[in-house]
């Protein structure tokens, strides 16, 4: 399985990006789930946000809720991640994960234990 993110950069405060992680290698399942996580230097890996492949269920961290948006296009096998009103405390690199077992509930979408594939990361800067 290889995922790959695309779509980050640099940004001023208050803009938007929308990241993209495309997913080849495996027919994902309708419970399967993909996930955003971020890491700024010197600090842990956060959660961002997750979404299953079938559109049911979906989560946001805290820090990001109501400027965030995940979506997935199973067709082009994609899966999005709209940033709005972006802060410079959103500046970190942003990873896509896959959580392939089928087994995973909506409270364990932000656990990094449960994604078994993770792309290589995306830069997003924003400015102040």
């Known amino acids: 399985v290889q995922l790959q993110a695309s779509g980050g950069g640099l940004v001023q405060a208050g803009g938007s990006l929308t990241l993209s992680c495309a997913a080849s290698?495996?027919?994902?399942?309708?419970?399967?789930?993909m996930g955003w996580f971020r890491q700024a230097p010197g600090k842990e890996r956060e959660f961002v946000a997750a979404i299953r492949w079938s559109g049911i269920g979906t989560m946001t961290g805290g820090s990001v809720k109501g400027r965030f948006t995940i979506s997935r296009d199973n067709a082009k096998n994609t899966v999005y991640l709209q940033m709005n009103s972006l802060k410079p405390e959103d500046t970190a690199v942003y990873y896509c994960?896959?959580?392939?077992?089928?087994?995973?509930?909506?409270?364990?979408?932000?656990?990094?234990?449960?994604?078994?594939?993770w792309g290589q990361g995306t830069q997003v800067t924003v400015s102040s």
């Open positions: 994960a896959a959580d392939a077992s089928g087994t995973t509930i909506l409270s364990g979408f932000s656990s990094e234990e449960r994604y078994d594939y």
């Open positions: 290698g495996r027919t994902f399942r309708s419970r399967d789930v």
